[in-house]
């Protein structure tokens, strides 16, 4: 009787040992989850989600329309859309600041200034499921970065300006900050992309999102440099500025022009031929995945963050052959 007591006891003991196991792996020889949902998650019960961008671009409308489409898919949740109006960390972080006094559950945002944001960010994740999405804050505790993976669009926009400047030449980078971890890395992928070649590129030349700046930034650059022979924005807004600039100055055409997004400005540059292609993000995908994952997460499934702890959304080159096509797809996410 003793020795059949210890034998039964050990093997509940088995048992249970074997059923945390399957638990914490995520079940029997299936993926992982690579991020345990809190113990204060909010299964069933009403969910407000925030989304934050970083400046006040028409790229961000196509995100609130996305964010506007997982209201209508989600059960149960509010959103709050919010933009600093300046682009600056500090309104950035107000506006925050603002959405945990209004007791939010999740919020998505851009960080303007993440190597200087970590304390703050990491404050946020403490208080609600942080997610970051357009530009990624990899050192903090957010949940999972949703975005461009920045770097391979880098490379986009540098094998387009070879195909563009087949024999090199003089080149100039404009955008608003090289903070920004989107920033950093289009710029190293574009430089990747054109070593050894014979594409110089003479400087960088950040505006911090004052778009008469970006103008003006490109203004001196070509009256300094009346041989440069492209000219490359890295944020929405440049590709416009630049645009402009070289319309003013009558080198539309002759300089090239390559840049991201899809403000109309770009658009319509590149249905003129004046601007050689833009690399497009899905900030309508952006929007609505960040919505999604936050109220998942919050709801106890963690299956859609990876390991890597990254979910890129897949970027396009638009050249004059595609413009139409992609601008009718802008157009039907508008009237959503």
Request: glycine share 10%; hydrophobic share 40%; aromatic share 6%.
């Amino acid at each position: 009787m003793k020795f059949q007591l210890s034998r039964r006891t050990l093997i509940a003991a088995g048992v249970a040992l074997c059923s945390s196991f399957l638990i914490s792996c995520g079940g029997g020889g299936g993926t992982p989850a690579a991020t345990t949902v809190p113990p204060g998650s909010k299964a069933g019960k009403h969910l407000k989600l925030a989304f934050v961008a970083n400046n006040t671009s028409d790229f961000w409308t196509y995100a609130k329309a996305g964010v506007m489409k997982a209201k209508t898919e989600i059960d149960d949740i509010d959103v709050d859309f919010q933009m600093p109006g300046d682009g600056q960390a500090g309104t950035q972080k107000r506006i925050v600041e603002d959405l945990l006094v209004k007791g939010e559950d999740g919020i998505a945002i851009s960080p303007i200034d993440p190597a200087n944001q970590t304390d703050f960010l990491n404050k946020v994740a403490s208080q609600a499921v942080l997610v970051t999405q357009d530009s990624d804050a990899p050192q903090t505790n957010r949940t999972v970065y949703i975005g461009t993976d920045n770097r391979a669009a880098g490379v986009q926009a540098g094998e387009l300006l070879k195909k563009v400047l087949p024999d090199g030449g003089k080149v100039m980078i404009f955008v608003g900050s090289l903070d920004a971890q989107n920033a950093k890395d289009r710029r190293a992928g574009l430089m990747d992309a054109i070593k050894d070649t014979k594409i110089q590129v003479l400087d960088t030349r950040t505006d911090d999102t004052d778009r008469g700046r970006a103008k003006s930034n490109v203004q001196d650059a070509l009256v300094k440099n009346p041989d440069i022979a492209g000219l490359v924005g890295l944020w929405s807004y440049n590709g416009p500025a630049i645009l402009s600039a070289a319309r003013d100055a009558k080198v539309n055409g002759k300089v090239k022009i390559v840049c991201f997004d899809e403000e109309e400005a770009t658009l319509e540059g590149v249905k003129s031929g004046d601007i050689s292609g833009t690399i497009v993000q899905q900030p309508y995908e952006f929007g609505r995945k960040s919505m999604h994952v936050m109220a998942d997460y919050l709801r106890k499934d963690a299956s859609e963050v990876p390991a890597s702890k990254q979910i890129f959304v897949p970027t396009r080159v638009i050249d004059k052959d595609g413009v139409d096509a992609f601008m009718g797809q802008l157009k039907e996410y508008k009237a959503q």
